[in-house]
Protein backbone atom coordinates (compact mmCIF):
# COMPACT_ATOMS: atom_id res chain seq x y z
CA UNK A 1 0.00 0.00 0.00
CA UNK A 2 1.05 3.83 -0.47
CA UNK A 3 0.68 5.38 2.60
CA UNK A 4 1.04 9.33 2.54
CA UNK A 5 2.62 10.68 5.87
CA UNK A 6 1.38 13.59 7.32
CA UNK A 7 3.40 15.53 9.79
CA UNK A 8 5.64 18.98 10.16
CA UNK A 9 8.10 17.40 12.09
CA UNK A 10 10.74 15.54 9.91
CA UNK A 11 11.26 12.95 13.11
CA UNK A 12 7.96 11.79 13.45
CA UNK A 13 7.94 11.16 9.75
CA UNK A 14 11.03 9.41 9.49
CA UNK A 15 9.56 6.90 12.37
CA UNK A 16 6.46 5.99 10.84
CA UNK A 17 8.02 5.65 8.01
CA UNK A 18 10.53 3.13 9.23
CA UNK A 19 7.50 1.17 10.79
CA UNK A 20 5.32 1.18 7.79
CA UNK A 21 7.82 0.43 5.83
CA UNK A 22 9.12 -2.82 7.70
CA UNK A 23 5.47 -4.12 7.30
CA UNK A 24 6.00 -3.48 3.46
CA UNK A 25 4.19 -0.20 2.77
CA UNK A 26 5.35 2.42 0.29
CA UNK A 27 6.19 5.64 2.18
CA UNK A 28 5.69 8.89 0.93
CA UNK A 29 5.97 12.19 3.20
CA UNK A 30 4.94 15.76 3.47
CA UNK A 31 5.38 18.12 6.01
CA UNK A 32 1.69 19.76 5.80
CA UNK A 33 -1.38 19.82 4.42
CA UNK A 34 -0.32 22.05 1.14
CA UNK A 35 2.55 19.60 0.44
CA UNK A 36 0.13 17.01 1.29
CA UNK A 37 -2.39 17.72 -1.67
CA UNK A 38 0.57 18.41 -4.01
CA UNK A 39 1.72 14.98 -3.31
CA UNK A 40 -1.74 13.43 -3.97
CA UNK A 41 -1.79 15.82 -7.22
CA UNK A 42 0.92 14.01 -8.58
CA UNK A 43 1.42 10.56 -6.75
CA UNK A 44 -0.75 7.53 -6.47
CA UNK A 45 -1.75 7.40 -2.70
CA UNK A 46 -3.92 4.11 -1.26
CA UNK A 47 -4.54 6.02 2.42
CA UNK A 48 -3.21 9.51 4.53
CA UNK A 49 -1.98 9.29 7.89
CA UNK A 50 -1.69 13.15 8.64
CA UNK A 51 -1.34 14.71 12.42
CA UNK A 52 -3.31 17.90 12.61
CA UNK A 53 -1.08 20.82 14.24
CA UNK A 54 0.95 21.71 11.18
CA UNK A 55 1.68 24.81 9.33
CA UNK A 56 -0.17 26.38 6.38
CA UNK A 57 -3.09 23.68 6.59
CA UNK A 58 -3.97 21.38 9.28
CA UNK A 59 -4.90 18.21 9.84
CA UNK A 60 -8.38 18.97 9.91
CA UNK A 61 -8.22 21.49 6.83
CA UNK A 62 -6.37 18.62 4.55
CA UNK A 63 -8.92 15.92 5.44
CA UNK A 64 -11.95 18.71 4.69
CA UNK A 65 -10.02 19.21 1.15
CA UNK A 66 -9.61 15.61 0.84
CA UNK A 67 -13.17 14.89 1.07
CA UNK A 68 -14.21 17.55 -0.93
CA UNK A 69 -12.17 16.26 -3.85
CA UNK A 70 -14.19 14.19 -6.18
CA UNK A 71 -11.03 11.88 -6.66
CA UNK A 72 -10.26 11.60 -3.56
CA UNK A 73 -13.41 11.89 -1.59
CA UNK A 74 -13.12 8.04 -0.27
CA UNK A 75 -9.54 8.22 0.03
CA UNK A 76 -8.79 6.12 3.77
CA UNK A 77 -7.73 9.11 6.17
CA UNK A 78 -6.57 8.89 9.68
CA UNK A 79 -5.79 11.07 11.82
CA UNK A 80 -2.76 10.39 14.11
CA UNK A 81 -1.85 13.30 16.49
CA UNK A 82 -0.82 13.69 19.86
CA UNK A 83 -1.79 17.26 21.17
CA UNK A 84 -5.38 17.26 20.41
CA UNK A 85 -7.36 14.69 22.48
CA UNK A 86 -10.31 16.07 23.81
CA UNK A 87 -13.82 14.84 22.50
CA UNK A 88 -14.66 17.60 20.53
CA UNK A 89 -11.10 17.14 18.86
CA UNK A 90 -11.99 13.53 17.54
CA UNK A 91 -15.74 14.93 16.69
CA UNK A 92 -14.54 17.46 14.50
CA UNK A 93 -12.44 15.12 13.07
CA UNK A 94 -15.46 12.76 12.05
CA UNK A 95 -17.13 16.04 11.15
CA UNK A 96 -14.59 16.72 8.40
CA UNK A 97 -14.56 13.35 7.62
CA UNK A 98 -11.51 11.36 9.22
CA UNK A 99 -11.99 7.71 9.33
CA UNK A 100 -10.09 7.01 12.09
CA UNK A 101 -8.58 9.22 15.32
CA UNK A 102 -5.62 7.59 16.80
CA UNK A 103 -3.48 9.69 19.36
CA UNK A 104 0.24 8.83 19.84
CA UNK A 105 2.03 7.07 20.47
CA UNK A 106 0.50 3.87 18.82
CA UNK A 107 1.82 1.11 18.20
CA UNK A 108 2.17 -0.32 15.13
CA UNK A 109 -0.85 -3.01 15.32
CA UNK A 110 -2.87 -0.10 16.11
CA UNK A 111 -2.36 1.98 12.64
CA UNK A 112 -2.12 -0.87 10.43
CA UNK A 113 -5.44 -1.90 12.25
CA UNK A 114 -6.73 1.44 11.14
CA UNK A 115 -5.46 1.32 7.70
CA UNK A 116 -6.90 -2.17 6.92
CA UNK A 117 -10.77 -0.78 8.16
CA UNK A 118 -10.30 2.68 6.72
CA UNK A 119 -9.43 0.77 3.28
CA UNK A 120 -11.52 -2.20 3.67
CA UNK A 121 -14.96 0.66 4.07
CA UNK A 122 -13.55 2.47 1.24
CA UNK A 123 -13.68 -0.60 -1.05
CA UNK A 124 -17.14 -1.01 0.28
CA UNK A 125 -18.18 2.21 -1.11
Known amino acids: MNILVVDDYAINRRLLRAQLEAEGHAILEAGDGV ?3 SVLEREPVDAVVSDILMPNLDGFGLC ?3 RRHARF ?5 IIYTAPYT ?22 VA ?3 EALRD ?6 EH
Request: aromatic share 4%; net charge positive.
Open 35 to 37: EAL
Open 118 to 123: AVRRAS
Open 110 to 112: TLL
Open 86 to 107: SPTDMQLAHNVGADRYITKPAS
Open 73 to 77: AALPF
Open 64 to 66: HAV
